[in-house]
Nanobody, 127 residues
Framework: QVRLVESGGGLVQFGGSLRLSCAAS????????LGWFRQAPGKEREFVGS????????YYANSVKGRFTVSRDNTKTTVYLQMNSLKPEDTAAYYC????????????????????WGQGTQVTVSS
């Protein structure tokens, strides 16, 4: 069982930055992939990016590549989503998720793979 708690959401202007955090209750996340997803009102949940806890390898959706960065802090079992150059279309509730797997990163974009989810944190980008 993994409990995930997101934080760091808020209101930011177009072009601004935010860093989201996802703290995991487990002290050992070996063989886990941590993913970030988002969901805007009336839309399906969308993959944003993911990171392998073992290797630090990352994978991103094309819509955020070059603007968003997923990273991890092994000492705190925390994953981060650094979001730069934010756009109004980035407005959504952002969720952290965990999947115990060692599959190639390109297969980590499916929400159905993930067993554990956080409660989400809202990000609103104003124009």
């Amino acid at each position: 069982q993994v409990r995930l708690v997101e934080s760091g959401g808020g209101l930011v202007q177009f072009g601004g930055s935010l860093r989201l955090s996802c703290a995991a209750s487990n002290s050992d996340l070996r063989d886990y992939v941590l993913g970030w997803f988002r969901q805007a009102p009336g839309k399906e949940r969308e993959f944003v990016g993911s990171i392998s806890w073992n290797s630090g390898a990352t994978y991103y959706a094309n819509s955020v590549k070059g603007r968003f960065t997923v990273s991890r802090d092994n000492t705190k079992t925390t994953v981060y989503l650094q979001m730069n150059s934010l756009k109004p279309e980035d407005t959504a509730a952002y969720y952290c998720a965990a999947d115990q797997t060692t599959i190639p990163m390109l297969y980590t974009d499916l929400a159905g793979r993930y067993d554990y989810w956080g409660q989400g944190t809202q990000v609103t980008v104003s124009s």
